[in-house]
C-alpha cells in the first residue's frame, strides 16, 4: 500500500508562512480569518473513490401527453351526450374515464410537478379525479346510480347537476389562471367551463336539448385540447412545422 499512495501538499487559502503563527493583524494567528498553520496533507490511495461528474436529467414535457388523454376522454363522452348514433346510455366512457381521463391525466400532473409547473399539476391532476370519480359513477358495481331507485329517482339528475356545478366552479378558477399562458389554454378552459354548465342546467332542467349543446361544446373543448396538446408534442426536434397557440404576454420582472 505504501508503494502506491502519495502525498500532495494542499496549502491553505491566504495561509501565512511566519512560523510563529503570528501573521495576523492582531498577532494571533489569524490572517485575514484563515488560521496560519501548515499545509494540509492529503493521502490519495488506489481505493480512493473519485468524484462522480455533475450530471443534470433533461425532463420530457408531461403536457402533451395529459392534454391529448383529456381531449380523447371528453370528445368521447361528448359525442355521447349530443346522441351519435341514438346512443343514450354513456357507460361505455368507464373504460376510457379509468384509464385514459383518469390514470394517465394523473401521472402527467404527477410529472408536472416534478417539472415545477403549478398550474399543469393543479389541472391535469384536478381533471384526471375528475374522470375517476365519473367514472365510479357510472360503474355499475359502485352501487352510486342503484342508490336512486325507487322513490329516489327523481333526485338523481339533481345529484348530478351539483357533480357538474362544482367542476363548473373549479374551472372557472382554473381559467384565470391562464391570462399568461396563451390563447389556446385561455380558449380550453373557457369552453370546458361553458361545457359544465350547458351539462349542470341540463341535469337541473332534465333539457335533452341542453346537454346535447353542452356535449357540441364539450366536442368543440376536446378539439382544442387535441390542439395545444399537439403544439407542445410538436417540437423542432420531431416534427418539420410547429402549431401556435398564440402565447401571451408574460409578467415583466422588475
Request: charge should be neutral; hydrophobic fraction near 45%.
Amino acid at each position: 500500500m505504501a508503494d502506491i499512495e502519495k502525498q500532495v501538499s494542499l496549502p491553505v487559502s491566504r495561509a501565512t508562512s511566519d512560523e510563529s503563527g503570528s501573521g495576523g493583524p492582531s498577532g494571533n494567528g489569524a490572517a485575514g480569518g484563515y488560521f496560519a498553520g501548515p499545509a494540509l496533507q492529503h493521502t490519495i490511495s488506489h481505493d480512493t473513490q473519485r468524484a462522480f461528474p455533475v450530471y443534470h436529467r433533461k425532463l420530457g414535457n408531461p403536457a402533451p401527453l395529459g392534454l391529448i388523454s383529456f381531449a380523447a376522454t371528453t370528445l368521447m363522452l361528448s359525442l355521447y351526450n349530443i346522441q351519435t348514433r341514438h346512443i343514450t346510455v354513456p357507460n361505455v366512457v368507464v373504460g376510457m374515464a379509468f384509464g385514459v381521463g383518469g390514470l394517465t391525466q394523473l401521472l402527467a400532473g404527477m410529472w408536472e410537478f416534478g417539472a415545477g409547473n403549478t398550474f399543469g399539476a393543479t389541472a391535469f391532476s384536478a381533471y384526471g379525479g375528475f374522470w375517476f370519480s365519473y367514472g365510479i359513477i357510472l360503474y355499475p358495481g359502485s352501487g352510486v346510480l342503484d342508490a336512486y331507485n325507487g322513490d329516489k329517482s327523481n333526485q338523481l339528475n339533481d345529484a348530478l347537476g351539483i357533480f357538474l356545478l362544482v367542476w363548473f366552479i373549479i374551472t372557472f378558477i382554473m381559467f384565470f389562471g391562464t391570462f399568461r399562458a396563451s390563447v389556446s389554454l385561455a380558449a380550453l378552459f373557457f369552453f370546458l367551463d361553458l361545457t359544465f354548465l350547458l351539462l349542470m342546467i341540463g341535469e337541473f332542467m332534465q333539457k335533452t336539448q341542453v346537454t346535447q349543446a353542452g356535449g357540441v361544446i364539450g366536442a368543440i373543448t376536446a378539439f382544442i385540447a387535441f390542439y395545444t396538446g399537439a403544439a407542445g408534442l410538436y417540437s423542432p426536434d420531431a416534427s418539420y412545422f410547429i402549431l401556435p397557440v398564440g402565447d401571451l404576454p408574460k409578467r415583466k420582472e422588475a
